[in-house]
């Protein structure tokens, strides 16, 4: 069945290359719509000609898919202001995009007048590409006339000279003809030479992303599928083809899909090939291809008539009286278009005798002034030789002046780094001092009472009283050290910070113990904390905080006096204030209390030693994501405070 089918399809498909080969011009360009728009704002830029030239035989050979009379009206600027400023390249291209026109309206005697126009200027200025597409253009026309020997002849010399060009984008368009041509021959290795040519050029189109060049192949290639019989598949690929066509404006792409549509359809007997041909009917309305649908309209006339619908009958003898009618108008125009032309060429021609006339009369007068012509070349060399002098020196003058910017700024940042390294020397001192301090005192205490007790110059139970009290100055001494090892381990190591809810008051009465100076000075802490306060944070890092601001504040507190110590809530935060009652911190040190920059200066209250720790207590706040700071009372002391996230409540 399916063989029986083909079969009715082969007269149609032999048409069908004549149809097919009027596309070829207008798949050269990958541009889409925003391309024609860009090209026409930057036209109504341009003032010089020749990029002007080149800008509408742009826009011509873009329109050419999309919308006919616009690809005719650039292209016939483009030829008439080539041939007003002898611009021989751009005339070729404008000459050739000419021939399209006509041959998609269809006028293929004009097409092939213009073509042919093409051809002889493209000889003429040694242009290879621009022969071998007209020739290939050429031979379309000898096979719509049946000159097939003409044609064959014409699609090789064509195929063999873009070759020779080594243009791959030219080479899959000519290969696409190719196909064309030979797709209907029924001797096998014609046709598989064919399709192989069919092949190369949709990996061509596909290497290049040409849009519309692969669109056009998997057409060629669903012929290919009809032919096999594999039919689903050639109508899914070529309903593709005509969607996607249609929603890039490609008017004449989806005018072709739908047309070969419309032909299997009709070849199967298919009632819906009247909607294809319809739709075809519709994009060349759209894109002013009305010419092509002669005799489609021909064929809905007739189906209308058949059917009794005088309306829709009516509707196709006028479209195609208003086809007949342009197809006169095109005739007409298109002569005098090219007998303009032919005018403005002989116009050239004389003015190009005359030129040639004018330049054996100046090369006669030459000869009486090459002394001067000498003697200028002379001069314009030592010209150009003082200009490169003087560029030279300029160069080496600002090589030299950026030389010396940068070893100024290289010696800055030296500068920078030293100042920071002896910063960073001072630190490192401070810190061991400051272990050292804390270290020596516990230990001289337990050497003198042990050298009290071995003198007998106290008694063993007041021995054993200092003992304790030393005791719980090591425990506390131990403390801190062990939050300085905590604080080298995150400075050295990947320290993962993990929180837990800490209560604000029980750790503050926690520390209170383990502050010996706060009983030594007989202190008072009055403790400001709600029972319900909670914090995220590292227990440990946070008590070495809380001790570290405890003792800061019974270091300065004279005796007998209270230290406050506050908690609130400010929104997602908690603020944990310790308050003393002692002179306050020196103004000139209170911006840099928490940095490496004060341990170079330290200066203001008379006690010392407390700058490293306050610096870790920094670096242990900010690690659990909260804020230090410190600031004098408006009456006397000074309070240090800090902020944590608050603990998520239950």
Not at 471 to 500: E, N
Request: with cysteine; aromatic share 10%; proline share 2%.
């Amino acid at each position: 069945m399916q063989y029986a089918c083909m079969t009715e399809l082969y007269p149609y498909l032999k048409k069908f290359p004549i149809i097919l080969l009027l596309l070829m011009m207008a798949l050269r360009s990958k541009a889409q719509t925003a391309d024609i728009v860009r090209l026409r704002k930057a036209l109504e830029q341009t003032k010089d000609s020749i990029a002007y030239v080149d800008g509408l035989n742009r826009l011509a050979t873009l329109y050419q898919a999309c919308q006919l009379d616009s690809c005719g009206a650039y292209a016939n600027k483009a030829v008439k202001l080539a041939s007003s400023v002898n611009y021989d390249a751009g005339l070729v291209t404008a000459l050739r995009n000419m021939g399209s026109y006509y041959a998609f309206k269809p006028n293929r005697y004009l097409s092939y007048i213009f073509y042919n126009e093409s051809l002889t200027a493209a000889r003429a200025a040694g242009d290879s590409a621009s022969v071998a597409m007209n020739q290939m253009n050429i031979a379309i026309y000898h096979q719509f006339l049946g000159q097939r020997q003409e044609a064959v002849h014409l699609m090789d010399t064509a195929l063999k000279r873009v070759k020779e060009v080594h243009n791959d984008s030219l080479r899959a368009l000519v290969l696409a003809n190719y196909y064309i041509m030979h797709a209907a021959d029924t001797g096998v290795s014609t046709h598989l030479a064919a399709v192989a040519a069919l092949d190369e050029a949709a990996d061509v189109a596909n290497r290049y992303h040409d849009f519309r060049e692969v669109l056009y192949t998997r057409l060629l290639h669903a012929n290919e599928e009809a032919q096999a019989g594999h039919l689903k598949e050639a109508f899914h690929s070529i309903d593709n083809v005509i969607d996607t066509a249609a929603v890039a404006g490609l008017n004449y792409m989806a005018l072709y899909g739908s047309l070969q549509m419309a032909g299997y359809k009709s070849a199967l007997k298919q009632p819906d090939s009247l909607v294809y041909y319809n739709k075809a009917l519709d994009y060349a309305l759209k894109g002013g291809y009305g010419g092509l649908m002669r005799q489609t309209l021909i064929k809905l006339y007739e189906h209308s008539m058949h059917q009794g619908d005088t309306v829709h009958a009516d509707y196709y003898a006028g479209l195609l009286k208003q086809v007949l009618l342009q197809e006169e108008d095109t005739r007409k125009s298109g002569a005098a278009i090219f007998m303009d032309f032919a005018a403005t060429d002989r116009r050239l021609d004389s003015l190009k005798m005359q030129h040639l006339y004018q330049r054996k009369v100046l090369a006669t007068k030459s000869t009486e002034n090459i002394f001067w012509r000498y003697f200028l070349i002379f001069l314009l060399v030592m010209l150009i030789l003082l200009t490169s002098l003087l560029i030279h020196l300029f160069q080496a003058y600002r090589v030299s002046r950026n030389n010396s910017r940068k070893l100024a700024f290289m010696q800055r940042e030296l500068n920078e780094r030293t100042e920071q390294l002896k910063i960073n020397d001072d630190f490192k001192n401070k810190l061991i001092s400051l272990i050292a301090h804390d270290f020596r005192s516990p230990l001289n205490n337990i050497i003198s009472i042990s050298n009290f007790v071995e003198e007998d110059t106290i008694s063993l139970d007041d021995a054993k009283d200092m003992i304790l009290q030393v005791d719980v100055r090591a425990k506390t001494t131990l403390q801190v050290f062990d939050g300085i090892l905590r604080w080298m381990h995150t400075q050295l190591s990947g320290f993962v910070y993990q929180p837990i809810p800490c209560v604000v008051k029980n750790l503050i009465g926690a520390t209170i113990s383990t502050v010996h100076l706060l009983a030594e000075k007989k202190l008072q802490i009055e403790l400001n904390i709600d029972e319900d306060l909670k914090v995220m944070a590292d227990y440990e890092m946070l008590q070495f905080v809380h001790r570290n601001f405890l003792h800061n504040a019974a270091k300065f507190t004279p005796d007998g006096m209270t230290i406050t110590v506050t908690a609130i809530r400010e929104n997602d935060m908690i603020k944990v204030a310790v308050i003393d009652e002692g002179s306050g911190i020196d103004a000139t040190v209170l911006p840099n209390l928490f940095s490496v920059e004060q341990t170079t200066a330290a200066k203001g209250r008379k006690h010392k030693g407390a700058g490293v720790a306050l610096i870790i207590c920094k670096d242990f706040i900010e690690k659990m994501n909260g804020h230090i700071g410190a600031e004098n009372n408006s009456e006397k002391g000074a309070t240090f405070f800090y902020s944590l996230p608050a603990a998520p409540t239950t």
